[in-house]
């Protein structure tokens, strides 16, 4: 094995920890909590925005895509079909096309429709009480429930990648 091919192994187990443990934590503590919490949530997210938060998790799930994509690649000799036939790259291939998906879900769902909140927040800060305010208020939750669904899916097909990674060595 080739230390290219090990330190490219390393990081992807590393880097796809980081993004499921990332979400797993945002999606099923951070922001319950921050709901709970009212408007002093907008206290912690300003925190989390100002950290970069919805940009980092989406540049490491890429990161961990593209070191996947390859790794399958070697795994397969080049997307051999009768390789990628194989129980275990039938595995891997499933784990990967997975956590495609779940990239997808994450961006579309998640994170646009948590930017999209923000945003109108903003925009209702400076806005008078009155039947306008509370449409605007209106749509923004909707946007959170928006995100919450496509976080919770994307958590659980994360979880499911997980699982199909750590047996596709093992299979067949």
Known sequence: ??????????????????????VFVVVYFVSPSMAE????AAKVMAGL?????????????LATIVLGLWLYWRFT???????????????????GLIAIIAIHIGLLGMRRNTLRAIARSKAI????????KSQ?????????????TAGRITAVLLMVTVVLMALGHYVG
């Not at 919490?37 to 002093?40: H, R, S």
């Not at 080049?78 to 784990?95: E, I, R, T």
């Not at 208020?137 to 959170?144: D, F, G, N």
Request: glycine share 16%; proline share 6%; aromatic share 6%.
């Open 1 to 22: 094995m080739t230390v290219v091919y090990l330190t490219a192994r390393a990081l992807h187990v590393l880097l796809g920890a980081l993004w499921v443990g990332s």
């Open 37 to 40: 919490a009212g408007p002093d």
């Open 136 to 148: 605007a208020m209106a749509a923004v939750q909707e946007l959170r429930n928006r995100a919450a």
């Open 77 to 95: 000799g080049g997307f051999d079909p009768a390789l990628s036939g194989s129980p275990g790259g039938m595995v891997f291939g499933a784990g």
């Open 125 to 132: 800060a400076g806005m008078p009480d009155g039947a306008e």
């Open 49 to 61: 925005m100002k950290r970069r938060l919805l940009n980092v998790i989406p540049i490491i799930a």
